[in-house]
C-alpha cells in the first residue's frame, strides 16, 4: 500500500511542476486558437493583411476594433512582435482567437488606452493575403 501511495505521490508532484512550468511557458508566448482554419500559405513578416479585428484586454474591455471599418490592411512587419508572429501562423480566409503577454504586445510604453503592461486578446479574420507587400511599398520588385 505504501510503495502504491508513493507512486501517486510522485505522479502528482509530476503533474504540478508540469502545470506551473506550462503556465511559465504561456506567459511568455503568443498563443493562437484555430477558430476556422484558412486555405493556402501562411503569412509571412514580408506581407501585408486584410483583417477584420477586435483586440481586448484582459478585463473583457475593447480597446480596438475594425467594426464598421471593413477589413483593415496591415503590413506583418509593423505590428507589434506578438502580433506578427500570431500572424505567422495564419492562413487567407482563417478565423483565430490571439492570447498576446504583455512582453510581447506594448510592454510598459503602452498607447493611449491600453494599461501599462497589459495581456492582450484579439479575434482575427484574415481577409486577404498580399504577398511581399512590403517591398511593393518600398518600391521594390516582388520576390
Known sequence: MRLWLGFLLIIAAGVALAWFG???VRDRTVQVQTITPGN?????AQDGVLIDYEGRLEDGKVFDSSAGKG??????????PGFADAL???QEGGHYKVHIPA???YGAQSPTGIPPNADLNFDVKVV???PNAAAMMQGGPPQ
Do not use: H
Open 22 to 24: 506550462a503556465q511559465s
Open 40 to 44: 493556402g500559405p501562411l503569412v509571412t
Open 71 to 80: 477589413p483593415i490592411p496591415v503590413l506583418v512587419g509593423q505590428t507589434i
Open 88 to 90: 505567422s501562423r495564419m
Open 103 to 105: 512582453k510581447l504586445g
Open 128 to 130: 486577404k493575403i498580399v
